[in-house]
């Protein structure tokens, strides 16, 4: 089976950088399209970004724009999220999921996943 494991969560500053890393392993990671996903405390879990499964195509949520980089490492089985200028509103649940749908119009949506990983926290000090 898919299985999705997150990493590179912790405890920053304002400011500061994190780089999250989900690796992926028992399916196809070439041929999936990748998103990030975050959840807060009594909040509903939001889109991040999204990265096509050649890495082509990039999505961002309107409030990480400018600040986090999505990427991947299809030799690897790995994506990423890497976030600078953190805030204390990123501070969050951040989850890894995959797509392994033929078509996909959207992959900004919860919906649009097939896998997900357990998650990691990251947290940001103001």
């Known amino acids: 089976q898919v299985q999705l494991v997150e990493s590179g969560g912790g405890l920053v500053q304002a400011g500061d950088s994190l780089r999250l890393s989900c690796a992926v392993s028992g399916g196809t990671f070439s041929r999936y399209n990748m998103g990030w996903f975050r959840q807060a405390p009594g909040k509903e879990r939001e889109f991040v970004s999204a990265?096509?499964?050649?890495?082509?195509?990039?999505y961002y949520a309107d409030s990480v724009k400018g600040r986090f980089t999505i990427s991947r490492d299809n030799a690897k089985n790995t994506v990423f999220l890497q976030m600078n200028s953190l805030e204390p509103e990123d501070t969050a649940f951040y989850y890894c999921?995959?797509?392994?749908?033929?078509?996909?119009?959207?992959?900004?949506?919860?919906?649009?996943?097939?896998?997900w990983g357990q998650g990691t926290q990251v947290t940001v000090s103001s």
């Open positions: 999921a995959a797509n392994s749908r033929t078509v996909s119009l959207t992959l900004t949506r919860a919906r649009d996943y097939d896998y």
């Open positions: 990265i096509s499964w050649s890495g082509g195509r990039t």
